[in-house]
């Protein structure tokens, strides 16, 4: 039996795409906002990250937290 087939949420933050435009590494990141590598790590394969991480996110990367859920303008 197959499952259902992954789709992309819909509200997709773009946090990867964000953290290598600002050319931040992974622990950078997670010591700006005081979370493990690991979780970094999820964050950059498509975890959304928690509500309350949002925040910190978008001032390390120097965007609104609207901004997050589109990619970086170049």
């Given at each position: ?5 992954r789709t992309?949420?819909?509200?997709k933050?773009h ?5 290598l ?6 622990r950078?990141?997670?010591?700006w906002?005081?979370v493990?590598e ?6 950059d394969?498509g975890r959304?990250p ?9 001032e390390?990367?120097?965007c ?5 859920f589109h990619p970086p303008?170049?």
């Amino acid at each position: 039996m197959a499952g259902k087939p992954r789709t992309e949420p819909k509200h997709k933050i773009h946090f990867r795409e964000w953290r290598l435009a600002r050319g931040l590494t992974q622990r950078a990141v997670a010591v700006w906002v005081g979370v493990g590598e690991n979780t970094v790590s999820y964050w950059d394969n498509g975890r959304p990250p928690q509500v309350h991480y949002l925040p910190d996110i978008a001032e390390l990367f120097e965007c609104t937290i609207d901004q997050l859920f589109h990619p970086p303008s170049a």
